[in-house]
């Protein structure tokens, strides 16, 4: 007797839908936190390509669309961004004592708000005094985020160590 074989459906893509970022190792989270820094100056600015943003980072196009790809759509054989997307990266911002917090964002809007709210500490720190002013009792995927003037002042100088590159570059300092 002949057994009938059984086709799977295979995607087209090759890329596995969801990957735990938990599970990947150091170097390819890495790539996909580059990735994501190729998607947010491809938002910032809309005449920037994909092949060229990722060369700015230092990643492949391939790995863009392997990591994030229904933030791409392609419109006239050109890859563009969506407005916004509701992939998780964590951040780190610093607490009430100066130490980094890890904070587990879950769209594009919550990295751009924290992106701007350490742009402003930074912008305080140099002397803008009012730059934390919009911030005040805000909080940012469940974390509250530090403005009051004396907390701060006591806590500049773990500041000085909290590296705000941090941020976007994957730990590197």
Do not use: C
Request: hydrophobic share 35%; glycine share 6%; proline share 5%.
């Amino acid at each position: 007797m002949i057994k009938p074989t059984v086709r799977r459906k295979q995607r087209r893509s090759g890329y596995p839908r969801n990957l735990p970022i938990i599970s990947l190792p150091e170097r390819s989270q890495s790539a996909r936190d580059r990735a994501l820094h190729v998607l947010a100056a491809m938002r910032h600015d809309s005449n920037l390509s994909l092949t060229h943003a990722a060369k700015l980072q230092g990643v492949k196009r391939e790995t863009v669309k392997k990591y994030f790809p229904s933030a791409l759509k392609q419109a006239n054989g050109k890859f563009r961004t969506t407005k916004s997307d509701r992939y998780t990266a964590t951040l780190y911002v610093p607490d009430a004592h100066g130490d980094s917090v890890a904070v587990k964002t879950r769209s594009s809007k919550e990295r751009e708000q924290l992106g701007q709210y350490l742009r402003d500490l930074g912008r305080y720190l140099r002397g803008k005094r009012d730059a934390l002013a919009p911030w005040h009792g805000k909080r940012i995927a469940g974390v509250e985020l530090v403005t009051a003037g004396r907390a701060i002042v006591a806590i500049e100088p773990a500041l000085s160590d909290f590296s705000l590159y941090r941020t976007f570059n994957g730990g590197a300092n």
